[in-house]
């Protein structure tokens, strides 16, 4: 069945025009994913009316070569300007900017690369296998589970925190706070908006995260003395054995991939989670002299697999059962759908050639995708050339487009520039900037799925008992918690 | 193909700040703020967009603005010059609803429209293999002896399918537990698990999996909404009146400009609109997308709308009811 599936899709997929839009996807893709503000789902948005000209293979190749070009793009800026490009690029700063501070630039991003491909190729294995088997495990996640899972989230906080974890934390319950502004889904009254209509909706993740990193780094360096100083930087580029790199970390590589591939197949939860997710769980698993936080390759594989791994993971529910896992899968089905094709459980009877050429589209897009990285990271690399007085400019106007065009609002300019100071005054302080955006992104997860178990439920906080998956979460979370605190405590009393 | 290509990367590059290139109206980028997440009704948007912007000649994008039922998206188009360069994808939710919930000041009428859009019919329905109630009026006289017991969900709380489903709740004098979810795909998924007694299900996503679906009943009097349905019953079936009728138990929407918007200006995007509705491809495209192409055109807008206002604020005690029998339980 499945072998016949791709035997069926190969004539639609072994197409010149596939290749070159595959291509094209993975350009762009990569393009929106570099240039703060902008990323895959901007990027798919853009292109759909184009995409629903061709035919559906076609068609998903440029939008998966987009959507796995872009959610490896964002790691390059993080890497070279500790800006991530995309927020799902955000954990990915741990470990490659100090790795591009030490002079390893190139072979960081060569990881990156490397890690977004094979990760998001053995999303696709699991894609091709499983994908009728994990869609119905991810059915039957309800809301009790997602709450336990948020849990499980926030926990990493304090994994992922390198000096103070009371700091994490203060910074993640800030998130946190921040998460509650907007209209309340359950009673729809709004909250903190102060009459303001821009607020209705929170602020956007996407302007906050961009200024707390991107403007916070920019007013850093623009404090600094060398502004006209042209650093001397060897060129260098980056090469296939960043592969070989890579596969050195396999454990963590097919762990953070499976991280991944999780994450996506629940619909809603997505690929931020699960770089951090796999970021928290690698840390945990090294030995201390891998110095995570300092430049560390397994820090860069973890979270690049995993966030590539994910796109696999949410074509699972979108093919198998017809749900967007999220808005970026739910353009996906609108393309499909436009051009005559219905995701769901018929797909795989009734049009199997589409669902095989779709697999080999995603699985040679991740292909592709190392070697067009491999081969455009020299004009990347270009950046570190320049001068900090004309970086710094170009970085300031590239933010503020990427932003402007989320919404067309200069609301949001407001915002990452309000944000930008606050990312300035908190790495002044030492205060982690990440546990802000895990809050600011579980938050409205935790809380909604929490207050709606409460109201499926016929016996209050039960619910999470009576649910086996649930329960088995919590037991987890609870051993985690103990866990953070006493390595905590032990801390506090060796120092 | 790749003058459509070429048309949105000028769209793309339009909107992060290239600079105009034509004199006359319009002479950039036409926006059209649409009033949900990315998803499949904004893809209609995109289709509609796509279509009028080769008429138009120049780039139209689709800004995505969500918040508050849609009214963030309404307050946008408010806060933007009346010159034509801004459209909003009226939805009935944030156009009608929300001033009949008195969460709004304005009125429908305080738009000009362009065209219709689209309507988006659906439905009540259970899981499949769930085999409990073999029609709907069964399912209500078991919720009627169990106050509370049911749960289900309308996707967000007080939109239309929302009111519809109060509405019919009070009616049987049911209470049953609204459960609000951000999107309709969550709500269908905990539908399918079990969690759900039953939920609003749209045309769209019936015909995407029809066989995960038992629908007990219609929410529109209309036959072709019945045959979306594959002839499920309808409301005009059921042993009471809900005294509901054309657009108002439905979704749909219709694209406004602010009022003041200069005529010559109105008259370019109007016949542009109604170009681009009339299009057998465009409809074709909307139609596969599990929604149905409206044909009113800007001049019967207050007599179609009028009529959904009317009827709406009748029963804009619906909600209020349902919340006041779930406290009192």
């Given at each position: 069945?499945?072998?016949?599936?791709?035997?069926?899709?190969?004539?639609?997929?072994?197409?010149?025009?596939?290749?070159?839009?595959?291509?094209?996807?993975?350009?762009f893709?990569?393009?929106?994913?570099?240039?703060?503000?902008?990323?895959?789902?901007?990027?798919?948005?853009?292109?759909?009316?184009?995409?629903?000209?061709?035919?559906?293979?076609?068609?998903?190749?440029?939008?998966?070569?987009?959507?796995?070009?872009?959610?490896?793009?964002?790691?390059?800026?993080?890497?070279?300007?500790?800006?991530?490009?995309?927020?799902?690029?955000a954990?990915t700063?741990?470990?490659?900017?100090?790795?591009?501070?030490?002079?390893?630039?190139?072979?960081?991003?060569?990881?990156?690369?490397?890690a977004?491909?094979?990760?998001?190729?053995?999303g696709?294995?699991?894609?091709?296998?499983?994908?009728?088997?994990?869609?119905?495990?991810?059915?039957?996640?309800?809301?009790?589970?997602?709450?336990?899972?948020?849990?499980?989230?926030?926990?990493?906080?304090?994994?992922?925190?390198?000096?103070?974890?009371?700091?994490?934390?203060?910074?993640?319950?800030?998130?946190?706070?921040?998460?509650?502004?907007?209209?309340?889904?359950?009673?729809?009254?709004?909250?903190?908006?102060?009459?303001?209509y821009?607020?209705?909706?929170g602020?956007?993740?996407v302007?906050?995260?961009?200024?707390?990193?991107?403007?916070?780094?920019?007013?850093?360096?623009?404090?600094?003395?060398?502004l006209?100083?042209?650093?001397?930087?060897?060129?260098v580029?980056?090469?296939?054995?960043?592969?070989?790199?890579?596969?050195?970390?396999?454990?963590?590589?097919?762990?953070?991939?499976?991280?991944?591939?999780?994450?996506?197949?629940?619909?809603?939860?997505?690929?931020?989670?699960?770089?951090?997710?796999?970021?928290?769980?690698?840390?945990?698993?090294?030995?201390?002299?891998?110095?995570?936080?300092?430049?560390?390759?397994?820090?860069?594989?973890?979270?690049?697999?995993?966030?590539?791994?994910?796109?696999?993971?949410?074509?699972?529910?979108?093919?198998?059962?017809?749900?967007?896992?999220?808005?970026?899968?739910?353009?996906?089905?609108?393309?499909?759908?436009?051009?005559?094709?219905y995701?769901?459980?018929?797909?795989?009877?009734?049009?199997?050639?589409?669902?095989?050429?779709?697999?080999?589209?995603?699985?040679?897009?991740?292909?592709?995708?190392?070697?067009?990285?491999?081969?455009?990271?020299?004009?990347?690399?270009?950046?570190?050339?320049?001068?900090?007085?004309?970086?710094?400019?170009?970085?300031?106007?590239?933010?503020?487009?990427?932003?402007?065009?989320?919404?067309?609002?200069?609301?949001?300019?407001?915002?990452?520039?309000?944000?930008g100071?606050?990312?300035?005054?908190?790495?002044?302080?030492n205060?982690?900037?990440?546990?802000?955006?895990?809050?600011?992104?579980?938050?409205?997860?935790?809380?909604n799925?929490?207050?709606?178990?409460?109201?499926i439920?016929?016996?209050?906080?039960?619910?999470?008992?009576?649910?086996?998956?649930?329960?088995?979460?919590?037991?987890?979370?609870?051993?985690?918690?103990a866990?953070?605190?006493?390595?905590?405590?032990?801390?506090?009393?060796?120092? | 193909?790749?003058?459509?290509?070429?048309?949105?990367?000028?769209?793309?590059?339009?909107?992060?700040?290239?600079?105009?290139?034509?004199?006359?109206?319009?002479a950039?980028?036409?926006?059209?703020?649409?009033?949900?997440?990315?998803?499949t009704?904004?893809?209609v948007?995109?289709?509609?967009?796509?279509?009028?912007?080769?008429?138009?000649?120049?780039?139209?994008?689709?800004?995505?603005?969500?918040?508050?039922?849609?009214?963030?998206?309404?307050?946008?188009?408010?806060?933007?010059?009346?010159?034509?360069?801004?459209?909003?994808?009226?939805?009935?939710?944030?156009?009608?609803?929300?001033?009949?919930?008195?969460?709004?000041?304005?009125?429908?009428?305080?738009?000009?429209?362009?065209?219709?859009?689209?309507?988006?019919?659906?439905?009540?329905?259970?899981?499949?293999?769930?085999?409990?109630?073999?029609?709907?009026?069964?399912?209500?006289?078991?919720?009627?002896?169990?106050?509370?017991?049911?749960?289900?969900?309308?996707?967000?709380?007080?939109?239309?399918?929302?009111?519809?489903?109060?509405?019919?709740l009070?009616?049987?004098?049911?209470?049953?537990?609204?459960?609000?979810?951000?999107?309709?795909?969550?709500?269908?998924?905990?539908?399918?698990?079990?969690?759900?007694?039953?939920?609003?299900?749209?045309?769209?996503?019936?015909?995407?999996?029809?066989?995960?679906?038992?629908?007990?009943?219609?929410?529109?009097?209309?036959?072709?909404?019945?045959?979306?349905?594959?002839?499920?019953?309808?409301?005009?079936?059921?042993?009471?009146?809900?005294?509901?009728?054309?657009?108002?138990?439905?979704?749909?929407?219709?694209?406004?400009?602010?009022?003041?918007?200069?005529?010559?200006?109105?008259?370019?995007?109007?016949?542009?609109?109604?170009?681009?509705?009339?299009?057998?491809?465009?409809?074709?495209?909307?139609?596969?997308?599990?929604?149905?192409?409206?044909?009113?055109?800007?001049?019967?807008?207050?007599?179609?709308?009028?009529?959904?206002?009317?009827?709406?604020?009748?029963?804009?005690?619906?909600?209020?009811?349902?919340?006041?029998?779930?406290?009192?339980?």
């Amino acid at each position: 069945m499945l072998i016949d599936s791709l035997l069926q899709g190969m004539p639609l997929f072994w197409q010149a025009e596939v290749f070159l839009l595959m291509a094209l996807g993975l350009i762009f893709g990569l393009l929106v994913g570099v240039l703060p503000g902008l990323g895959p789902l901007m990027g798919i948005i853009l292109l759909m009316p184009f995409a629903i000209s061709l035919q559906p293979i076609p068609a998903m190749a440029l939008m998966l070569g987009i959507f796995v070009g872009g959610s490896c793009g964002g790691s390059i800026s993080a890497i070279l300007l500790r800006i991530p490009g995309t927020p799902l690029a955000a954990a990915t700063l741990f470990d490659g900017y100090p790795m591009a501070q030490k002079g390893r630039a190139a072979q960081a991003i060569g990881l990156a690369i490397s890690a977004s491909a094979l990760g998001g190729m053995l999303g696709g294995v699991v894609l091709i296998l499983l994908a009728p088997l994990l869609a119905g495990v991810a059915a039957s996640f309800g809301p009790p589970e997602y709450a336990a899972l948020a849990v499980t989230g926030l926990v990493s906080i304090v994994v992922v925190s390198d000096g103070s974890v009371v700091k994490a934390l203060m910074s993640g319950l800030l998130g946190l706070l921040l998460a509650t502004i907007g209209t309340d889904e359950f009673s729809t009254g709004y909250r903190f908006t102060f009459g303001n209509y821009n607020m209705l909706n929170g602020f956007h993740i996407v302007a906050v995260v961009v200024g707390l990193f991107a403007l916070s780094e920019m007013a850093l360096q623009a404090f600094g003395k060398d502004l006209t100083a042209k650093p001397d930087i060897a060129p260098v580029r980056a090469s296939f054995r960043s592969v070989l790199a890579t596969l050195r970390h396999w454990k963590n590589l097919v762990r953070s991939s499976a991280i991944g591939v999780f994450f996506g197949s629940l619909p809603g939860a997505g690929g931020i989670i699960s770089a951090f997710a796999a970021y928290a769980v690698a840390k945990a698993a090294a030995r201390p002299e891998e110095r995570y936080g300092e430049g560390a390759e397994g820090g860069i594989v973890a979270t690049e697999s995993a966030n590539n791994a994910t796109v696999g993971g949410t074509l699972i529910p979108t093919l198998a059962l017809g749900i967007p896992g999220e808005a970026t899968t739910a353009i996906f089905i609108s393309v499909l759908l436009v051009l005559g094709i219905y995701p769901g459980p018929a797909l795989f009877t009734e049009t199997p050639e589409v669902v095989g050429g779709i697999y080999l589209v995603y699985f040679s897009a991740n292909i592709l995708l190392l070697l067009l990285g491999v081969l455009t990271t020299p004009l990347f690399i270009y950046t570190l050339k320049l001068r900090k007085a004309h970086l710094i400019p170009v970085v300031l106007l590239m933010c503020a487009i990427g932003t402007f065009t989320l919404q067309a609002s200069v609301f949001d300019l407001w915002v990452m520039f309000g944000f930008g100071v606050l990312g300035t005054l908190f790495r002044m302080g030492n205060y982690p900037l990440s546990p802000i955006v895990i809050g600011l992104v579980l938050g409205p997860f935790l809380e909604n799925n929490l207050r709606r178990s409460l109201l499926i439920s016929r016996d209050g906080m039960g619910i999470f008992l009576d649910r086996p998956v649930a329960a088995a979460l919590i037991a987890i979370n609870a051993v985690l918690i103990a866990w953070a605190v006493y390595s905590f405590l032990r801390k506090q009393k060796t120092t | 193909m790749f003058r459509k290509l070429a048309l949105a990367l000028m769209g793309a590059a339009a909107l992060m700040g290239a600079p105009a290139w034509a004199q006359e109206f319009p002479a950039r980028t036409v926006e059209v703020i649409f009033p949900w997440t990315p998803g499949t009704s904004m893809s209609v948007t995109q289709v509609i967009a796509d279509s009028m912007s080769d008429k138009l000649g120049v780039p139209m994008t689709v800004i995505s603005t969500p918040g508050a039922a849609g009214t963030k998206a309404l307050e946008t188009l408010q806060s933007r010059p009346a010159d034509g360069y801004s459209i909003f994808d009226a939805y009935v939710a944030p156009l009608v609803l929300q001033p009949v919930l008195g969460n709004g000041g304005w009125s429908y009428s305080d738009f000009a429209p362009l065209h219709s859009n689209l309507s988006a019919p659906f439905s009540i329905a259970l899981r499949k293999g769930d085999d409990r109630w073999a029609n709907f009026d069964e399912m209500m006289a078991w919720g009627r002896e169990h106050p509370g017991e049911l749960r289900y969900s309308a996707g967000a709380r007080n939109t239309l399918p929302h009111m519809a489903i109060a509405k019919v709740l009070q009616e049987y004098g049911v209470v049953a537990r609204n459960i609000p979810y951000a999107g309709d795909a969550e709500a269908r998924r905990d539908l399918s698990s079990g969690i759900l007694d039953f939920a609003f299900v749209n045309v769209g996503a019936y015909q995407r999996a029809p066989e995960d679906f038992n629908v007990l009943l219609v929410l529109s009097e209309l036959d072709t909404a019945k045959e979306a349905f594959g002839g499920a019953p309808n409301i005009t079936e059921l042993d009471i009146n809900l005294e509901l009728s054309g657009l108002a138990p439905m979704g749909w929407s219709w694209w406004v400009v602010r009022k003041d918007t200069p005529p010559e200006e109105l008259a370019v995007l109007r016949e542009a609109m109604s170009a681009t509705m009339k299009d057998p491809e465009v409809r074709e495209a909307i139609s596969r997308l599990g929604v149905v192409p409206l044909e009113w055109d800007y001049d019967e807008y207050e007599a179609i709308v009028g009529p959904v206002f009317e009827q709406l604020k009748s029963m804009g005690d619906a909600l209020a009811w349902e919340e006041e029998q779930m406290d009192a339980l």
